[in-house]
């Protein structure tokens, strides 16, 4: 069982900044994680990814990410940020983290958390 929970989401001004983080809580025994993502999701449209970081990878961005956000992760302390930026209105979403969990050599899934409200607007 997996538990995955994001928190730092707020209101902010234009021009703002933001920093999300996603703890990552993993009940049993497991390898480690794949792949690490943030996506967002604002009314009436898509969930579209954000930026994703892989092991032993670059992390990658959507075009209207690339320069103003940063995502890095913890595997230590089993948990993934994303630092945002010169936030614009249209950044205004539901962000929402997902991991992917090497379970054994065989077997792997993908979890999600409930999501945290960005809101920007002055």
């Known amino acids: 069982q997996v538990q995955v929970v994001e928190s730092g989401g707020g209101l902010v001004q234009p021009g703002g900044s933001l920093r999300l983080s996603c703890a990552v809580s993993v009940y049993g025994s497991f390898i480690g994680f794949n792949t690490m993502a943030w996506y967002r999701q604002a009314p009436g449209r898509e969930r579209d990814l954000v930026a994703t970081s892989s092991p032993r990878s670059t992390p990658e961005y959507s075009t209207a990410a690339k320069g103003r956000f940063t995502i890095s992760r913890d595997d230590a302390k089993n948990m993934v940020y994303l630092e945002m930026e010169n936030l614009r209105p249209e950044d205004t979403a539901v962000y929402y983290c997902?991991?992917?969990?090497?379970?054994?050599?065989?077997?792997?899934?993908?979890?999600w958390g409930q999501g945290t409200q960005v809101t920007v607007s002055s």
């Open positions: 997902t991991v992917n969990v090497q379970w054994t050599s065989f077997h792997t899934a993908d979890y």
